[in-house]
């Protein structure tokens, strides 16, 4: 079993930045693929960004792409969102995935065997 932690969301006046992170922990925490979704009321989880286990390479969704980056400390075994540039429509509930499987569907949620509880990120206008 992996357990997430996300830290890190909150309220932010548009055009400012947040930093989350996602800390992996349990008895099977290496070779993890980890990514970051969200999700608001009524929609289904969005693909934001993805870094796969050795943290060399990286993925992005298309609202992600030129604003936000995605790290890991792999000794650690934590990964971060750093965002910038907020935009009112970037407010969403943000979800940690991490995978077990060498290459995932990086995009797709149902890739994922384990989740964080979420983190509220709220940009205001």
């Known amino acids: 079993q992996v357990q997430l932690e996300e830290n890190g969301g909150g309220l932010v006046q548009a055009w400012g930045s947040l930093r989350l992170s996602c800390s992996a922990s349990g008895p099977t925490t290496t070779r993890l693929a980890m990514g970051w979704f969200r999700q608001t009321p009524g929609r289904y989880r969005d693909f934001v960004a993805a870094?796969?286990?050795?943290?060399?390479?990286?993925y992005y969704g298309d609202s992600a792409k030129g604003r936000f980056t995605i790290s890991r400390d792999g000794a650690k075994n934590t990964v971060f969102l750093q965002m910038t540039s907020l935009k009112p429509e970037d407010t969403a509930v943000y979800y940690c995935?991490?995978?077990?499987?060498?290459?995932?569907?990086?995009?797709?949620?149902?890739?994922?065997?384990?989740w964080g509880q979420g983190t509220q990120v709220t940009v205001s206008s």
């Open positions: 995935g991490a995978s077990q499987c060498g290459e995932p569907n990086y995009y797709a949620p149902n890739a994922y065997d384990y």
């Open positions: 870094v796969d286990w050795s943290g060399d390479n990286t």
